[in-house]
């Protein structure tokens, strides 16, 4: 997949921090990215918005 199916990011948070939400026009894929901790998180998933959210707030 390359970049030109980013349709839109939009600024999130998870777990407090801040975080990027990417939205593909690939089938309903979206990518959330964060940083905490000096660890870089990235999740990718063929879910809505509010369930990739919830998913990285779920994190442990």
């Given at each position: 997949?390359?970049?030109?199916n ?5 600024e ?8 990027t ?9 979206k990518f959330?990215?964060?940083?905490n901790?000096?660890?870089?998180f990235l ?8 369930e ?8 442990e």
């Amino acid at each position: 997949m390359g970049i030109s199916n980013v349709i839109e990011t939009k600024e999130a948070e998870v777990k407090g921090v801040n975080a990027t939400l990417v939205i593909t026009s690939h089938e309903n894929l979206k990518f959330v990215v964060w940083s905490n901790y000096n660890t870089e998180f990235l999740i990718d998933a063929y879910l809505s918005e509010e369930e990739i959210l919830r998913v990285a707030d779920s994190l442990e």
